[in-house]
């Protein structure tokens, strides 16, 4: 069996979720986003590893909250940075040697289904690098600064790219070993794997894969949970109960 080190990113600055407290720590059906989030790796038996990795500022928070769950699930944390691409990068240095691919998955994407993450793993031992991806279905505008509509795109072979994005260990590392001579905006990892050359097989996903950006996803997030088949919750003690 392919041993799997996941990156749980979660090191946003989440400016569009608006309020007090970050969208990391907001509950989703009374558990952390964060948490829903890495629940769906801790227990794969191909998965070696998980890391958590967060805003700097929100290390203390993490530590005194919910240090005794994640030293429970195995989790280990680590500082992002203020780009995706540096938090992962972080996150690159610590992954085990044990892991023959590494996936790197939203933690706000608290609604990724345990079959599309087989589906994901399966394709990216086969292809080397895959992702999950929703095929656009509405018609897409290029709108101006301004608000105007300057065009109208060709939807046909356009897709969403979703996570958990999934590559072969090597293939990962080098393509952030270039980042430093990349120029253009780097938005997600199979992106870089792209700019290295290699190709990057798409399973087929669907909407409901969705990364919660503002207040009201949280809405439609709960409901998406609560249509998906019920599954056990990983068993915690009655002290780690409390603490959630």
Known sequence: MSKFSVIIAAAGKAERFGGVEKKTFAKLDGRPVFLRSVEHFVTRPDVCQTILAIAPEDMGTM???????????????VEGGDRRCDTVAAALKIVSDDAEFVAVHDASRACVTTEMINEVFAEAVKAGAAIPA???TGTVKRVAESMVVEGTELRAGLYEAQTPQVFRKDLLLDAY???GEIKEEITDDAQLVE???????V???TPTNIKITTKGDMTLASAILKAQPAKAAPRMSAFEEAQW
Do not use: C
């Open 134 to 136: 929703a095929p656009i």
């Open 195 to 201: 700019l290295a050359g290699h190709p990057v097989a």
């Open 63 to 77: 530590k005194s909250k919910y240090a005794a769950n994640l030293g429970f699930m195995g989790v280990k944390l």
């Open 203 to 205: 399973v087929k996903s």
């Open 177 to 179: 070993a270039r980042l």
